[in-house]
């Protein structure tokens, strides 16, 4: 069994499976099957096709590269918007015909054959807008029906003039320039076509202009209930489609100099693939530039490849009719299940070994049940919802926090009275009063906060350093838990979990992992620092006697350490309470020099068993309902004190939980012990047999104000 | 039988395969899914707003004789008034764990771990140890067929009525029902490889009805000899024990505990369930209960959280009290429910007196009575 053990800790400690659920919540893994195709792709036909690497075949590349990807893009905007335009290709082949005309026939100058060309592209697109945009016509039918009209056209035309371009030659530097020059041995078009990509990915993903696309791609009514203007917005996406579209075909007319009777025909069919292999969703609302050039590298290195090696035309457009129907497959069960995988593997368990807790009933256990707790005055009941900790200051006020984003102050002495100090919006938790008598509170979701006694709500920090190999963003704020101020004004607080949010933290218990820590902001610097990584539910936090060190609780490891920022033994770490009973919440000063700790919950032999067998909470994670899952008893309420040599001197117990279920914080403050629980609905106040009557927690770490 | 073809499905390559597959797409396999409570099952609060006649810690075996209402609680068999006041009819040697009377007035006793004793009655002081073969240390559950025939259901063949739990978490099915004959004839074998039966009721035809908890359902026998059973009702969202004919027709049914996901999940989880098994409390188990909240050592669930003080009555709980109505075939008609915030859990045993419905919260020791005119009027 020992052995056993040991094998589930090494393969918990070196196969670290919760970076699976950090990966798959990125935005960004949407590009990873498009991203590994690509790769596959490029070594598969590179190694198997002569000179595909070579200067000349990657310059013609790039030529098609830029043609073809002016086109995806566009699509790839009106796919994003939740649209569809099929007639790209004929739109393509309508601008090839144009700008052959002009420049061959009409010898215009080739600026405005550019103009002509693009601007009759931007009609083609805005009779699509219009149509779809403003009279909300079908996407697929309409574009489908211009396809025909402006495919008709270009037919009708190109007869017309077909002899006229061929006999027309013209003798412009320019011209050729755009269909043969390079910069620096890169064409002149892929350039183009590479800066606009650039420019659409910032649009697209940092522009208000892209992120309105988005959203009404996304979901058209929240959009419009959003205010955005959604006929417009659609309306411009098929005018950008087309425009890019004509320019392609103006880049390719310069290219070839000539047109044919099949140009841009089943163009369409090519951009679609692309759009789609890239892994732009067709539903809309979710695609990028990036997955639209990585979708149209794939589809004209395919393309070509297959002709390199003989595939006739009609083999190659049902290899890629193929693949169009697999990426959409691919696209339909991705979209589908990537949440469900996530909620699946995010909770990543690992193992965690406690040996056998004390037992509460032996003889002489410094943790003996009595209901000392049961009997205690009560304040704010029903008032308040979830007062993590509360304060008091020098004038008996008491404070807390509630989960509806308010700190609440009690008027003292007899706490009857009470209204809202401050509204600051996430749930207060952790709170200390600073020199001056700022009150500073941890904000669950949001950081470090301070309140002035003016009520003046300041932001002090909400983010720390990034660390080097986090995948999840490790430099926000997400469940600032408990925090102490140094006597030099430094404030060390808890960061619970960086893997879950203020409401799940209960969650993290099925994990056990290191995922918490203790961070330092120094105001004098206005700079935040991390102190202690990798804590297992990094949560209470209270000065030592000494100012040099503090003592720190970590709940699922059921243990109490000290840590010194300071003097000689700066940077040790020493264990003050292992294998306690319960699981620490925050930690507070006693007015006899000791420490008071809560217990937020306590041990159970089925949990502890189950810390040890990770797989076994992995499955429960996956297949129970989490309301169903196992969880650490926090329906009974326990109190300890204990001095710095990890001493219980006292433990202070409401069993069953009829007034305090789950005590979080307490504080001691003129001989009597005030109780909060984070899911409670009221403070406790519990007389202290034989404390100072006289004792006050600010004026005794503070001082007296002169 | 219908072990032997669940058997034959799970075995083999294919049933290998097919269950690696299932545990990574996290399929439901077991038909372990706990079906939920509605329509006749919908939720109620009518336990814990009946009349309560009691409290008697333990209180089990409640049953209707000629003489009155008798109850067990230990090793001792009590007599009930309507008032609450009880007296000590006898004291026997082991745990009573279950009661049936005869027309004439004969009790037989289940004693846990040893047998069936008769009380008055012709055969008084008659003792079976061993029926077909078999000791008869688990009687979970008996009837009278006349006052020569008894029916018992011996719940498992090697642990007594007491360790129930464990029953069910270490999978027992070596539960069977036995015709027994008191003058003397043979004791014939109903029904064998049972998964805890413990509960029986005869119907109106002569059917024997049998409560098999670990499986959920209640089962159909033939009366006389070792037949096919036939499922009566399946997919129960909770562990069925004692059944009542009702005098107007049909039945009471009580279901002594819930059925929990996480339970059939541990179920599923074998190594979790051996080291549970050896080094933890039963009272401490991932398991269904008679009664709970009694420690803070008990295992918790999310959803049994208190919140703002208040523990919600749609917990998840293991422990609840239940008793369902049920028609001449067994499908239920009406329920009546305590639920995981109510104090009448654990219910055991049911018995039709002084125009009454007794109800013996074991769990929570506590007798209550339904009138019951009431429930024909709600019907």
Redesign the interface.
Known sequence: MAQNDTLVRLRYRFLPDHLIGELLSKRWIDNAIPFIALVAVIAAFGSITPDFFALSNLSDLGRQVAEFGLVVLGLAIVVVSGGIDLSVGAVFSLAVLFALLGVNVLAWSIPLVLVVTLALGALCGALNGVLIGYLRLRAFLTTLVTLIIFRSIYEIAFLHFSTALVSGSVDSDLWDYLGEGSVFGIPFSLLLAVVIALIWHMVLSRMRPGWRLTAVGGARRSAYNAGINVRRTVFFAYVWSSGLAALAGFLFAARLGSTGSDTGIGLEVSALTAVVLGGNSLGGGRGSVSKAVMGALLVLILTNSLINFGVTGPVTSMILGCVLIGAVFVDMRWLKNREKLLS?VYVSPTYLSLPPFPRTSDPGSPYALNDKLRTVDIIGLGLI?GPEDVILDRDDNLYCGTRQGDIVRFFGPDHTRHEIFAHIGGHPLGMAFDRAGNLLVCIGGMGLYQVSPDRQVTKLTDETNRSLFSIVDDSRLRLADDLDVAPDGRIYFSEATIRYEQEDW?TDSVECRGNGRVICYDPRTGTTRTEIHDLVFANGVVLASDGQSFLFAEAWTCRISRYWFDGPRKGERAAVLTNLPGYPANINRSSDGNYWAALLG?R????D??QS?PG?RR??A???????????????GCVIRFNENGEILETLWD???V?H??ITSMREHKGYLYLGGI????IGRYKIPGADPNWCAVDSYWGKPA | MVRGRQLLGEAGMIGAFRRAYASFRGFDTAGSAVPAMDGPLTPNTRLDEARVIGQFAGIDNLVATPGGLVGSQGSDILALSDTGAARILRSLEAPVSCLAASADGTLAVGLDGKGVVLIGGRHDGQRVTEAAGQALICPTSAAFVDADTLIVTNGSASLPAAAWKRDLMTEGASGSVFRLSLTGGKAVRLAFGLAYPSGIALSAEGDIFVAEAWRHRVLCLPATSAGLPTVLLGQLPAYPGRMLRRAEGGFWLALFAPRNQLVEFVLREDAYRRRMIETIDPDLWIAPALTSGVTFLEPIQGGARKKLNQLKPWSPSWSYGLVLRCDDRMRPVESYHSRADGHVHGVTSLAEWDGQLMIGAKGSGVVVGLTIGRARQAA
């Open positions: 699946k919802e209960a306590m159970t032999p089925a949990l068993l189950a067998m076994f499955r429960m996956r297949r129970v309902a989490p309301d169903l899952w196992l969880y650490p008893n926090i329906n009974t069993l069953g939980g007034n279920p789950m899911s409670n609905n009221r």
